[in-house]
């Protein structure tokens, strides 16, 4: 089908998701993409582009993996789907639940599958009221987490995350979720006012995605888990975006030094070669729920532990492990943060820059801490794209941020070749300010 066709049929039948309508329907699909290869995707045209933000910070192995291809097509063509329901089972998902025990921080040993990291989050925020109702205590049951969170768009998940725009798309949200400012003191302070035994949970991303690739404050989680551990909360760690090697560790948790009650993880589970998710539990709450239990657990996706999702995610931990893709994230996250700190002195355009493995951002100023009127990050990535580079800006709240979260298996050559590209595309926007 010629593009104009493909062009047309997108604005009038394809609701895009996290979109503007109206650019979309003046504009049509920017890109349609054909192919993937590495680091690289193809659109329609053969044109190539660096995928700066591993499409939706989750093509962890990179592009274009026959592998992953051939895994899938094996486990379909055997068996495609069976239920995990009550006593059911399958292999891949028993094989996948026990490589996940094996790679996740200590203590963490049990786990929940579901199709993304939406439904991990509503599944973990429905599982620790479901626990302290089981202990006892019905009332402990509001969710706190952080203002510039992103959980997903399920409508618990909406509701714990502290970006607004995101709670402003829509009217009623999902009862007792609250969210607090970024130190501890604030949580200390948020308990006092509301009282221990509300409060079920504390959720957090060990880095801020979507907000803008935010790092805590040194020592943040560690107090903030022992704030937890002190009035009875429950910890849950939001590695959507973390996990699977993203930030130089397995785990970001990994990176602060904790342990939390309970991870949420997709995207990076399957690279996004298939939809996965899961919620991991502690040993504690796993044995809690068996001694507790007052009956059936009333909570399951008809794709908890999908045969062939849960294959994916074997044959793609796999890859990780095989390539070490973990320490080449931390080594080319540094040279990632090298080429970031050499554009902040060519540009003065360039503020703070940050990675952490490779989840980095670039804050763009007039100067000092002055930011543009109007924000740049749009015209930037809109330079980058032209020139082949795929990242995001983010500016909500008045940020004026590029964030960049590309694949783990990218080298060197690669790194240097975005950085370049960014660099031309700082010096063509840096000259057309007035
Ligand atoms: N949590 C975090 C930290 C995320 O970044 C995302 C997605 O970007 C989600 C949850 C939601 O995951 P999904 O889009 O798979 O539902």
Request: charged fraction near 25%.
């Amino acid at each position: 089908v010629d593009d104009h066709k493909l062009a047309e049929w997108d604005k009038k039948h394809f609701l895009h998701p996290t979109s503007s309508i109206k650019q979309q329907q003046e504009e049509g699909p920017a890109l349609i993409f054909t192919e993937g290869e590495g680091i690289y995707l193809k659109d329609i045209h053969g044109k190539k582009f660096i995928d700066g933000l591993s499409s939706l910070w989750n093509v962890n192995v990179g592009h274009g993996r026959k592998e992953l291809g051939e895994v899938a097509a094996e486990q379909m063509s055997k068996l495609a789907f069976s239920s995990a329901f009550a006593t059911f089972s399958h292999e891949p998902a028993i094989q996948l639940a026990k490589k996940i025990a094996d790679i996740t921080p200590e203590g963490l040993n049990t786990v929940f599958f579901t199709s993304g990291g939406s439904e991990s989050n509503d599944t973990a925020f429905k599982l620790v009221r479901h626990y302290w109702k089981l202990k006892g205590q019905p009332d402990k049951k509001k969710v706190v987490s952080r203002k510039k969170s992103y959980h997903g768009v399920a409508m618990g998940a909406t509701s714990a995350t502290g970006l607004k725009p995101f709670r402003d798309f829509t009217t009623s949200l999902a009862p007792d979720f609250y969210y607090v400012e970024s130190s501890p003191e604030a949580f200390r302070a948020f308990i006092e006012t509301e009282g221990a035994d509300t409060i079920a949970a504390f959720i957090s991303e060990p880095v801020q995605g979507t907000g803008g690739v935010h790092f805590p404050p040194k020592d943040y989680f560690k107090e903030i888990k022992s704030i937890c551990e002190e009035n009875d909360i429950l910890f849950i760690a939001d590695e959507v975006i973390t996990g699977f090697g993203r930030t130089g560790t397995f785990f970001g948790v990994e990176q602060f030094g904790i342990i939390p009650d309970i991870m949420s993880v997709a995207k990076g589970i399957t690279s996004g070669y298939a939809a996965l998710g899961g919620v991991i539990i502690s040993e504690k709450i796993h044995q809690d729920l068996i001694d507790l239990s007052d009956g059936l657990f009333m909570h399951g996706y008809t794709y908890s532990g999908h045969p062939t999702a849960c294959a994916v995610a074997l044959k793609n931990i796999e890859i990780i492990e095989r390539e070490d893709l973990v320490a080449n994230s931390k080594a080319m996250g540094e040279e990632m943060l090298a080429g970031f700190k050499w554009l902040q002195q060519e540009h003065d355009i360039v503020g703070e820059v940050r990675a952490l493995g490779l989840m980095g951002a670039i804050e763009i100023f007039r100067e000092g801490n002055e930011r543009f009127a109007e924000p740049l990050s749009p015209k930037i990535v809109a330079e980058s794209l032209e020139r082949g580079l795929i990242h995001r800006g983010v500016i909500y709240e008045g940020a004026d941020t590029l964030i960049f979260a590309p694949p783990i298996n990218i080298n060197k050559y690669e790194i240097n070749k975005m950085i370049n590209i960014l660099h031309d595309v700082l010096s063509v926007v840096e000259k057309n300010i007035d």
